[in-house]
């Protein structure tokens, strides 16, 4: 028995010896100028303390450095991937003094950079040097940097394979470069966050393979160019909270992948142009806070845009009746038409859409009375907003199921008022129906208290649809 062990264990030995050995002839070296060009790079970013070559002397292999990936090529190692800062809980963080070394360009197989929260102290991309990473670039970003200064490093165009461009909630300035349009191969544009000025590249509609652009939070200015519909395949256009002015051009329509239009807080104007009927992939449409004077709802067949999800048009000086046709967006969750000019008798239909749950129309000249279910009122709640309409008015047997519509009065308000007379004016009566009167009047007398309710609940509102389906 002795014996039949001491054979099991040396056989094991032999076999643990043999997987070593055929493991160790199948580890591939690593190119030596590869190795130190990498040892280089990521000292000049993370501090002269990291020593390379003592901390990760096999570092595609055995000992793999934080946030770097290898590949093989041509039976040796190289670098693909660098990710520096606090992404992960191991990943490299940046040095107080750091510094982008030339030897990062050496990286000739590089497909992936990114740096997030990394520079303390002001510090400017370099602009030359990007050339030697034409042929393998794919993915740069510069994610949550306020100190990375300066303007858009031109050099960046150079990369002709670059498939994702991320400059994100950095404290970059300046002008958009008209190269842009050299990066022919570019899905993926988010210039979100940052100072940039001036006008959009005409450049831009060139680039047709883009799925998502955002350049949001900028200052950038001027009109939307024409060559905007050459960006067939764009799935996400984000150019809220610029400067951008003029009118809406018919070429939008041209966009007819397109799911997320957000043009919120800018200066557009000149109404609705009737192309957006035909971009009917759209789920979210944001257009609220522009200076579309005169648009009239009328005009636009909304029942093909069967997909829309969320419609914001408040703030926009519309005018006019709101169509029945909006009813007919049968997936429609959130709906904002607040704070224009509109008109006229809501129509009960808006109450059959199926999957409405926010629907904001205070701030109007809406008139008439409300002909909604109570099963509407009481889904709704105060989602549902239509105060600051002076001529509205709800039906008197809603008072007594408790779902009034928050700041509308009663539509026979005025004759229960002169039937009571002096008993109203002393507050004699019944205490229930006075208290719910003066709480009406608080709430329908209050544009401040009704505004920044609105305000409030719609933000919120807002913000949990767009990280929903974003």
Same mark, same amino acid.
């Given at each position: 028995?002795?014996?039949?062990?001491?054979?099991?264990?040396?056989?094991?030995?032999?076999?643990?010896?043999?997987?070593?050995?055929?493991?160790?002839?199948?580890?591939?070296?690593?190119?030596?100028?590869?190795?130190?060009?990498?040892?280089?790079?990521?000292?000049?970013?993370?501090?002269?303390?990291?020593?390379?070559?003592?901390?990760?002397?096999?570092?595609?292999?055995?000992?793999?450095?934080?946030?770097?990936?290898?590949?093989?090529?041509?039976?040796?190692?190289?670098?693909?991937?660098?990710?520096?800062?606090?992404?992960?809980?191991?990943?490299?963080?940046?040095?107080?003094?750091?510094?982008?070394?030339?030897?990062?360009?050496?990286?000739?197989?590089?497909? @992936?950079?990114?740096?997030?929260?990394?520079?303390?102290?002001?510090?400017?991309?370099?602009?030359?040097?990007?050339?030697?990473?034409?042929?393998?670039?794919? %993915?740069?970003?510069?994610?949550?940097?306020?100190?990375?200064?300066?303007?858009?490093?031109?050099?960046?165009?150079?990369?002709?394979?670059?498939?994702?461009?991320?400059?994100?909630?950095?404290?970059?300035?300046?002008?958009?470069?008209?190269?842009?349009?050299?990066?022919?191969?570019?899905?993926?544009?988010?210039?979100?966050?940052?100072?940039?000025?001036?006008?959009?590249?005409?450049?831009?509609?060139?680039?047709?393979?883009?799925?998502?652009?955002?350049? %949001?939070?900028?200052?950038? @200015?001027?009109?939307?160019?024409?060559?905007?519909?050459?960006?067939?395949?764009?799935?996400?256009?984000?150019? @809220?909270?610029?400067?951008?002015?003029?009118?809406?051009?018919?070429?939008?329509?041209?966009?007819?992948?397109?799911?997320?239009?957000?043009?919120?807080?800018?200066?557009?104007?000149?109404?609705?142009?009737?192309?957006?009927?035909?971009?009917?992939?759209?789920?979210?449409?944001?257009?609220?806070?522009? @200076?579309?004077?005169?648009?009239?709802?009328?005009?636009?067949?909304?029942?093909?845009?069967?997909?829309?999800?969320?419609?914001?048009?408040?703030?926009?000086?519309?005018?006019?009746?709101?169509?029945?046709?909006?009813?007919?967006?049968?997936?429609?969750?959130?709906?904002?038409?607040?704070?224009?000019?509109?008109?006229?008798?809501?129509?009960?239909?808006?109450?059959?859409?199926?999957?409405?749950?926010?629907?904001?129309?205070?701030?109007?000249?809406?008139?008439?009375?409300?002909?909604?279910?109570?099963?509407?009122?009481?889904?709704?709640?105060?989602?549902?907003?239509?105060?600051?309409?002076?001529?509205?008015?709800?039906?008197?047997?809603?008072?007594?199921?408790?779902?009034?519509?928050?700041?509308?009065?009663?539509?026979?308000?005025?004759?229960?008022?002169?039937? %009571?007379?002096?008993?109203?004016?002393?507050?004699?009566?019944?205490?229930?129906?006075?208290?719910?009167?003066?709480?009406?009047?608080?709430?329908?007398?209050?544009?401040?208290?009704?505004?920044?309710? %609105?305000?409030?609940?719609?933000?919120?509102?807002?913000?949990?649809?767009?990280?929903?389906?974003?």
């Amino acid at each position: 028995m002795r014996n039949f062990i001491s054979i099991q264990s040396l056989l094991l030995i032999i076999l643990c010896l043999y997987v070593s050995a055929e493991a160790n002839t199948s580890i591939s070296p690593m190119d030596k100028t590869e190795q130190n060009a990498l040892y280089s790079a990521i000292q000049s970013l993370v501090g002269k303390w990291w020593n390379g070559s003592d901390l990760y002397p096999d570092p595609c292999g055995w000992t793999p450095i934080q946030g770097v990936s290898c590949d093989l090529f041509n039976d040796l190692w190289y670098v693909t991937v660098i990710n520096i800062g606090p992404i992960n809980d191991n990943s490299l963080e940046c040095a107080r003094n750091l510094e982008i070394s030339p030897h990062l360009f050496g990286l000739k197989h590089l497909k @992936s950079l990114s740096f997030f929260n990394c520079f303390n102290y002001p510090i400017t991309v370099p602009s030359e040097n990007w050339e030697k990473l034409a042929g393998s670039l794919e %993915s740069l970003e510069f994610r949550s940097n306020p100190k990375l200064l300066g303007e858009f490093p031109t050099g960046l165009c150079s990369l002709t394979k670059l498939q994702s461009l991320v400059l994100m909630d950095n404290g970059l300035t300046g002008e958009l470069p008209a190269n842009l349009g050299n990066l022919a191969e570019l899905k993926r544009l988010v210039l979100a966050g940052n100072r940039f000025s001036g006008r959009i590249p005409v450049s831009l509609g060139g680039l047709t393979e883009l799925l998502i652009i955002d350049l %949001s939070r900028n200052f950038i @200015s001027g009109v939307l160019p024409m060559s905007i519909g050459g960006l067939v395949s764009l799935l996400k256009l984000d150019l @809220s909270n610029n400067l951008l002015n003029g009118k809406l051009p018919e070429e939008l329509g041209k966009m007819k992948n397109l799911t997320l239009l957000d043009l919120r807080n800018n200066s557009f104007s000149g109404g609705l142009p009737q192309s957006i009927v035909e971009m009917v992939s759209l789920e979210e449409m944001l257009l609220g806070n522009n @200076s579309l004077m005169g648009g009239n709802l009328m005009k636009v067949g909304w029942g093909n845009l069967k997909n829309l999800i969320m419609l914001d048009l408040s703030n926009l000086g519309l005018t006019g009746k709101i169509p029945e046709s909006i009813a007919e967006m049968r997936r429609l969750r959130f709906l904002a038409m607040d704070n224009n000019q509109l008109t006229g008798k809501l129509s009960p239909k808006l109450a059959d859409m199926p999957s409405v749950n926010a629907l904001y129309l205070n701030g109007n000249n809406l008139t008439g009375e409300l002909e909604f279910s109570e099963e509407f009122y009481g889904k709704m709640g105060r989602r549902f907003a239509v105060w600051s309409n002076p001529n509205l008015c709800y039906p008197v047997g809603l008072l007594a199921i408790g779902h009034t519509p928050l700041g509308v009065k009663q539509c026979n308000q005025q004759a229960s008022i002169s039937s %009571s007379g002096l008993k109203t004016e002393l507050g004699v009566g019944n205490p229930n129906q006075n208290a719910n009167f003066m709480a009406l009047h608080v709430f329908s007398g209050s544009a401040f208290g009704g505004f920044w309710w %609105s305000v409030l609940v719609k933000v919120m509102v807002i913000v949990f649809f767009v990280t929903l389906f974003l």
